[in-house]
């Protein structure tokens, strides 16, 4: 299969729910985890409004599994983040950055607990299994590691849980933020999370193989049909408002946890058998030279950071980059994440960007717009 937006082969991949994509009008895809990432249908801006009043369904297949069993699966969890994971259960699932000796972040995934001796990691865009499968290799530990097929089924939107009440039970409303639970669909157990990549409130949920895919995809929109859903994906506007970080895009190899502004996920010493706690516990990582920041831009007409904008104070020296930017027509003005040093932040010096070769005034946030 070939399109016009990417030549497609076996290395990049086809979800179960292609199909259904394409045929909800979808209008460009991006490859992540080496598969196909809906970007946008009717357009970024028209998608954002929808997303921020009614709820869609996101094909987010490309949020691949990394499965760990056997008797050696929690001691291998926690070597590969310093996360403290002692109260991860099986109704509550973990944020839990993946680091390397260096403290540089090799994932941003979510953990989900299935057993004592069973776990999935919901990875971003990198090939986290295979850095895994080297760590458990060197350890020798007794453990399974692969990547199931299990392909992730956004459902995000103000109108998520009247949707999923409907299709799933009130059961659903008891799931807290991040709470995890199974839930029955024609006879099959589906895993269901309340989480997503947007700040509109939500649930994914974890449809193993192809057999029911396409199946639950037309159920829900016949079971919304009066909730003006529709076929969605992340949007670039709303998850910059919201202050979500894009691995590869915000955040590197280069970045440690405190840089990218998680240090509320790491115990305050983190545990000597995790990879990276030597280097996490150092000072110098704990109080960072520069830091990822909310931003703003009084700037008025529709633009995207294709490549990341380098940030000025009034020396004309550099003092950071901004990562992400897009036009808000909510706030009507560009809104963007970057990293800037630290210093420059605590003396509210002037910072300056260039849009077009136009110099900008950028406006440093106390916290994400939503």
């Not at 801006?45 to 069993?69: A, G, M, P, T």
């Not at 994906?233 to 970045?255: K, Q, V």
Request: proline share 5%.
């Amino acid at each position: 299969m070939s399109s016009h937006f990417l030549s497609l082969s076996h290395r990049t991949r086809k979800t179960h729910f292609t199909k259904k994509v394409i045929a909800a009008g979808v209008k460009a895809f991006t490859v992540y985890n080496h598969m196909l990432l809906p970007t946008v249908f009717k357009s970024v801006e028209e998608d954002y409004h929808h997303l921020k009043k009614e709820v869609q369904i996101w094909d987010v297949s490309c949020e691949r599994q990394v499965e760990i069993s056997g008797p050696d699966a929690k001691k291998l969890i926690q070597k590969i983040t310093p996360r403290d994971l002692a109260p991860l259960t099986k109704t509550k699932c973990f944020y839990a950055p993946l680091v390397n000796s260096n403290g540089g972040m090799i994932n941003d995934p979510i953990i989900i607990m299935l057993a004592e001796d069973r776990y999935w990691i919901s990875i971003s865009d990198s090939d986290a299994l295979l850095w895994i499968m080297g760590i458990s290799t060197g350890l020798q530990l007794n453990v399974s590691l692969f990547e199931p097929d299990v392909s992730p089924l956004a459902i995000q939107g103000p109108k998520s849980r009247t949707l999923m009440k409907r299709l799933f039970g009130s059961k659903i409303e008891k799931l807290k933020f991040f709470g995890v639970a199974e839930f029955q669909f024609l006879g099959s157990n589906l895993i269901i999370s309340r989480s997503g990549w947007s700040k509109q409130g939500g649930y994914e949920i974890y449809v193993n193989g192809p057999k029911l895919a396409e199946t639950l995809w037309d159920k829900l929109f016949e079971t919304g049909y009066d909730l003006n859903v529709r076929a969605g994906c992340p949007n670039l506007i709303e998850r910059i408002e919201g202050g979500l970080l894009s691995y590869g895009n915000d955040m590197t190899l280069a970045n440690t946890p405190f840089e990218c502004g998680f240090g509320k996920f790491m115990p305050k010493v983190v545990a000597n058998h995790c990879i990276g706690a030597q280097t996490l516990n150092s000072n110098k990582v704990r109080s960072p030279s520069k830091i990822i920041k909310s931003l703003s831009i009084d700037h008025k007409e529709r633009i995207y950071c294709e490549e990341p904008w380098e940030i000025y104070n009034i020396k004309n020296e550099k003092i950071g980059q901004i990562t992400s930017a897009a036009y808000s027509p909510d706030f009507q003005k560009v809104v963007a994440l970057g990293m800037i040093n630290t210093r420059s932040i605590e003396s509210e010096q002037t910072m300056y960007t260039s849009i077009n070769n136009k110099k900008y005034t950028i406006q440093i946030e106390e916290k994400p717009f939503i």
